[in-house]
T-cell receptor, first 112, second 113 residues
Framework: GNSVTQMEGPVTLSEEAFLTINCTYT??????LFWYVQYPGEGLQLLLK?????DKGSNKGFEATYRKETTSFHLEKGSVQVSDSAVYFC???????????FGTGTSLTVIP | KAGVTQTPRYLIKTRGQQVTLSCSPI?????VSWYQQTPGQGLQFLFE???????NKGNFPGRFSGRQFSNSRSEMNVSTLELGDSALYLC????????????FGSGTQLSVL
């Protein structure tokens, strides 16, 4: 079956620190991979996506590369800001409509 | 362009009652899907509707049901509420079923006492 595993939080970083949030997946076929972000009191927003192996998704300084050999899609940012404080969700879609499989989320707090 | 609107924002019910949640998708979006979000389980897929037809259903009991209207608005119903149904219920809309991008509402926070 399909599933996503992401690193446990919470994660606390100082401003301008380097961020990595690990995500691995199990899927049948060739899934698309996504990172969504949820700010306090809001719904999830798409942060970036990759639809095939070796694709790199990027947005707002965040990057993630679709690694088929390690079934991973780790999220990285070189220099985090206080405004990046949120919960980050890794997700996959196996192409059967809009049924997404989400990880449990990683809470990030960035302190000045 | 208005985003995905979910009503009500908060609900408090008691065990055994039923509840109906509403979702209005972004104008022009025909796919609506529902997710249950809890601290321990994260987001779990409930079901997806497209053009008034249920396309996919997650692994939830029959107490959870939904429907979609001709204007793409969707409702979700939970009957015979249990304490474990307490969660944030999120609705997401998409233009079609190509899993390109989901737009989420802010959710309905359901508390079952």
């Amino acid at each position: 079956g399909n599933s996503v595993t992401q690193m446990e939080g919470p994660v606390t970083l100082s401003e301008e620190a380097f961020l990595t949030i690990n995500c691995t997946y199990t899927a049948t076929g060739y899934p698309s991979l996504f990172w969504y972000v949820q700010y306090p009191g809001e719904g999830l927003q798409l942060l970036l996506k990759a639809t095939k192996a070796d694709d790199k998704g990027s947005n707002k300084g965040f990057e993630a590369t679709y690694r088929k050999e390690t079934t991973s899609f780790h999220l990285e940012k070189g220099s985090v800001q206080v405004s990046d404080s949120a919960v980050y969700f890794c997700a996959l879609s196996d192409g059967t409509g809009n049924q997404f499989y989400f990880g449990t989320g990683t809470s990030l707090t960035v302190i000045p | 362009k208005a985003g995905v609107t979910q009503t009500p924002r908060y609900l408090i019910k008691t065990r055994g009652q039923q509840v109906t949640l509403s979702c209005s998708p972004i104008s022009g979006h025909r796919s609506v899907s529902w997710y249950q979000q809890t601290p321990g389980q994260g987001l779990q897929f409930l079901f997806e509707y497209f053009s008034e037809t249920q396309r996919n259903k997650g692994n939830f009991p029959g107490r959870f049901s939904g429907r979609q209207f001709s204007n793409s608005r969707s409702e979700m119903n939970v009957s015979t509420l249990e304490l474990g149904d307490s969660a944030l219920y999120l609705c997401a809309s998409s233009r079609d079923t190509s899993n390109e991008k989901l737009f989420f509402g802010s959710g309905t926070q359901l508390s079952v006492l």
